[in-house]
């Protein structure tokens, strides 16, 4: 798999500081160190393996890209692990753009953030739409929408680096052919 795009790393360590924390304080407990009580140990194994297993999601979740190639496919990583893969014939172009972001700054005004746009073809029908979480983007009308919060930062230059990279594929499945 060649990763296009990846997701944010710094949402993802961020989001990571409260279940390690959590972690380490049921393990505390779990020892005995703030009461020799059962049901304090107990307790403290319970939150020591469930902030764990949170934990663990994150550090798989941070090894996911957002876009990736595999294939003659476009691994589109918008919903839960499942990447959605487009075929690579029906991607014709990326470009930037921008969106809310579904967070309010102190006024209670969304913020705006850029985004990724992938434009699919018109003759692909069957992926006009696609179901995916919307903190993470939109899928409609042949256009998906992934929201620069949840990918690295997203500049020309890294959008340009994208349409360079498909158009080589389409030459290469061009001449395959």
Same mark, same amino acid.
């Given at each position: 798999?060649? !990763?296009?795009?990846?997701?944010? =790393?710094?949402?993802?360590?961020?989001?990571?500081?409260?279940?390690? $924390?959590?972690?380490?304080?049921?393990?505390?407990?779990?020892?005995?160190?703030?009461?020799?009580?059962?049901?304090?140990?107990? #307790?403290?194994?319970?939150?020591?393996?469930?902030?764990? +297993?949170?934990?663990?999601?994150?550090?798989? $979740? @941070?090894?996911?890209?957002?876009?990736?190639?595999?294939?003659? =496919?476009?691994?589109?990583?918008?919903? $839960?692990?499942?990447?959605?893969?487009?075929? @690579? &014939?029906?991607?014709? !172009?990326?470009?930037?753009?921008?969106?809310?972001?579904?967070? &309010?700054?102190?006024?209670?005004?969304?913020?705006?953030?850029?985004?990724?746009? *992938?434009?699919?073809?018109?003759?692909? #029908?069957?992926?006009?739409? +696609?179901? *995916?979480?919307?903190?993470?983007?939109?899928? +409609?009308?042949?256009?998906?929408?992934?929201?620069?919060?949840? !990918?690295?930062?997203?500049?020309? &230059?890294? *959008? $340009?680096?994208?349409?360079?990279?498909?158009?080589?594929? =389409?030459?290469?499945? &061009?001449?395959?052919?």
């Amino acid at each position: 798999m060649e !990763c296009w795009l990846r997701n944010n =790393h710094r949402v993802m360590l961020l989001g990571m500081i409260l279940p390690a $924390n959590l972690t380490i304080l049921g393990m505390v407990a779990a020892a005995g160190v703030f009461s020799p009580i059962a049901a304090v140990r107990i #307790t403290g194994i319970g939150l020591a393996i469930a902030a764990g +297993c949170v934990w663990t999601v994150f550090l798989w $979740n @941070i090894r996911l890209p957002r876009l990736a190639y595999e294939d003659g =496919h476009l691994l589109v990583y918008l919903r $839960n692990i499942r990447p959605i893969a487009v075929p @690579i &014939q029906y991607v014709e !172009c990326f470009f930037l753009g921008q969106t809310t972001t579904l967070v &309010q700054d102190r006024s209670g005004n969304e913020i705006d953030a850029q985004t990724v746009v *992938v434009r699919l073809a018109e003759s692909a #029908t069957q992926w006009e739409r +696609c179901e *995916v979480k919307p903190s993470l983007g939109s899928w +409609c009308d042949g256009y998906i929408t992934i929201r620069g919060m949840w !990918c690295e930062p997203l500049t020309i &230059q890294r *959008v $340009n680096q994208l349409n360079r990279r498909l158009a080589e594929i =389409h030459r290469q499945l &061009q001449s395959e052919a």
